[in-house]
Each structure stands twice: as structure tokens, then as C-alpha cells.
């Protein structure tokens, strides 16, 4: 009996040894569809990009203030439909 209570006890510190050992899961190998998903590519543009885009469509208003963040939005909106 004590025989079998050693071989479990090393048995149970290898599996858990490994499973140390062992890289973690990517989100492709944890979800494997949503990688083979067809999902359209993010265009990425630069928070300086973004700030000129604004900065055109706060001058196209005729430069009156308060709409800071409609404009930054709207901004974000066109350079991620170009």
C-alpha cells in the first residue's frame, strides 16, 4: 500500500512539474475558430493623425469651441473608413 501512495505522489509532482513547464495557451490555440474567423483587418493610424484629422474638421466649423471630443470621434470615424 505504501507503494502505490509514493508512485501516485510522484506521479501527481511530474504532472504538475510539466504542466509548470509548458508555454501558455495562445488566444489561437484557447479559441481556435475566432482565429480562423474571416474578420476584416483593423486599419491603424497615430494618435497624431487622428489630432490633425480633428484639428481640419475643428477649422472646417469655423473654429468655435466646446466640440473637442465630437471632432477627435469624427476624426477616428474617417481615418478608420479610409
Do not use: C, H
Not at 508555454?23 to 481556435?32: H, L, W, Y
Not at 475558430?33 to 476584416?40: F, Q
Not at 489630432?51 to 476624426?75: F, H, V
Amino acid at each position: 500500500m505504501a507503494r502505490t501512495d509514493s508512485t501516485r505522489e510522484r506521479t501527481s509532482f511530474s504532472a504538475t512539474r510539466s504542466a509548470e513547464q509548458r508555454e501558455p495557451a495562445t488566444a489561437a490555440k484557447r479559441f481556435p475558430l475566432s482565429a480562423t474567423r474571416n474578420e476584416p483587418k483593423r486599419q491603424t493610424f497615430t494618435e497624431e493623425e487622428v489630432r490633425l484629422r480633428a484639428y481640419e474638421i475643428y477649422q472646417r466649423r469655423g473654429g468655435a469651441a466646446g466640440n473637442d471630443l465630437d471632432d477627435w470621434l469624427q476624426a477616428e470615424r474617417e481615418l478608420r473608413e479610409n
